[in-house]
């Protein structure tokens, strides 16, 4: 079992940055795939970032390529998301995960463990 914590969600203006943190505890972190995933109010979940055991593969979603990094420290239990030059349409319910395998992948039924989310809201 994986229990996942995310932070550093809130409030900015458009332009504005934030940088979220998930924390990991429960199992073994560094051999699993993370991944970050977004969900706005009458949407699906979107796939936003994922990155492999070693942090050397990372995988960004189209909407928000040159814009947002995703990043790990494996001594910490900790995935990051780095989001820079937000927009409104970025602003959802933020979710991290674990996948039970060393691969990345953007698909949503991949991952076997989440977080509970953090909001982000971007304001025009």
């Known amino acids: 079992q994986v229990q996942l914590v995310e932070s550093g969600g809130g409030l900015v203006q458009a332009g504005g940055s934030l940088r979220l943190s998930c924390a990991a505890s429960?199992?073994?972190?560094?051999?699993?795939?993370m991944g970050w995933f977004r969900q706005a109010p009458g949407k699906e979940r979107e796939f936003v970032a994922a990155i492999s055991w070693s942090g050397r593969i990372t995988y960004d979603g189209d909407s928000v390529k040159g814009r947002f990094t995703i990043s790990r420290d494996n001594a910490k239990n900790t995935v990051y998301l780095q989001m820079n030059s937000l927009k409104p349409e970025d602003t959802a319910v933020y979710y991290c995960?674990?996948?039970?395998?060393?691969?990345?992948?953007?698909?949503?039924?991949?991952?076997?463990?989440w977080g509970q989310g953090t909001q982000v809201t971007v304001s025009s």
């Open positions: 429960g199992r073994t972190f560094r051999s699993y795939a």
């Open positions: 995960a674990v996948r039970s395998n060393t691969i990345t992948t953007m698909y949503v039924d991949d991952y076997d463990y």
